[in-house]
């Protein structure tokens, strides 16, 4: 069992609507990233969550730390938000990122 | 700010060459790590370097080496290429303290 699991794998959407990725993981964490990978294969990273809820433009992050638990949404969705979402867990302990497989994301106009 | 610059972008090796990434990362960051990600799969890490020296490793042979410099820039080696080597190759730079980190737009590599 992979210690960081996102789901779905595969995602196909409507421009316009409301998505939603989630991302499970098994090992404690210091901080759980959201990123965004686009066929040319560079990675951007969209957010860094240790609690709560961030925001920025029509993203949103949320992470449960009791449950273990990330949420990446996507309101209002477009065609250009099409790519590749990784979430990516932190431990404070190692410093380094284990990562989910990724989901991909097609908006279609 | 350059940001984490890696080169090559592309390259194709030949079963059995070796193979030198480069890594330069961001200004103010002296933490490189290096990932391999497959095609269709997430990346899996490498090792990862400060001071000049690894610090930590994940479950990958011996083929594959490193090295930090003084600049804080790092190269990833790996020698006797296999076809399974074929990957993307991705740096990421990190300063000490705290979870911040980026990525550079990494090397593809193609071994035939």
């Known amino acids: 069992k992979n210690e960081v699991e996102q789901s779905p794998q595969n995602l196909t959407a409507q421009e316009g609507e409301f998505i939603t990725i989630n991302c499970s993981y098994s090992v404690g964490i210091s901080a759980l990233h959201w990123l965004q990978q686009h066929p040319g294969g560079g990675i951007v990273s969209l957010f860094m969550l240790s609690s709560g809820k961030k925001k920025h433009g029509r993203l949103i992050a949320t992470i449960n730390i009791q449950e273990k638990h990330s949420s990446l949404h996507i309101t209002a969705s477009h065609p250009r938000d099409s790519a590749v979402y990784i979430c990516?867990?932190?431990?404070?302990?190692?410093?380094?990122?284990?990562f989910g497989s990724g989901t991909q994301l097609t908006v279609l106009p | 700010d350059a940001g984490v610059t890696q080169s090559p972008t592309h390259l194709i090796k030949t079963r059995g060459q070796q193979v030198t990434l480069r890594c330069s990362p961001k200004?103010?960051?002296?933490?490189v790590s290096w990932y391999q990600q497959a095609l269709g799969q997430g990346p899996q890490f490498i090792f990862q370097y400060y001071e000049e020296e690894e610090r930590q490793r994940g479950n990958f042979p011996d083929r594959f080496s490193g090295h930090q410099f003084p600049n804080y820039s790092s190269e990833l080696n790996v020698n006797a290429l296999l076809l399974g080597d074929s990957a993307l190759y991705l740096c990421?730079?990190?300063?000490?303290?705290?979870?911040?980190?980026?990525f550079g737009e990494g090397s593809w590599l193609t071994v035939v």
């Open positions: 200004s103010g960051h002296d933490t």
């Open positions: 990421a730079s990190s300063p000490r303290s705290g979870n911040t980190i980026y």
């Open positions: 990516a867990a932190h431990s404070g302990s190692a410093r380094q990122l284990t």
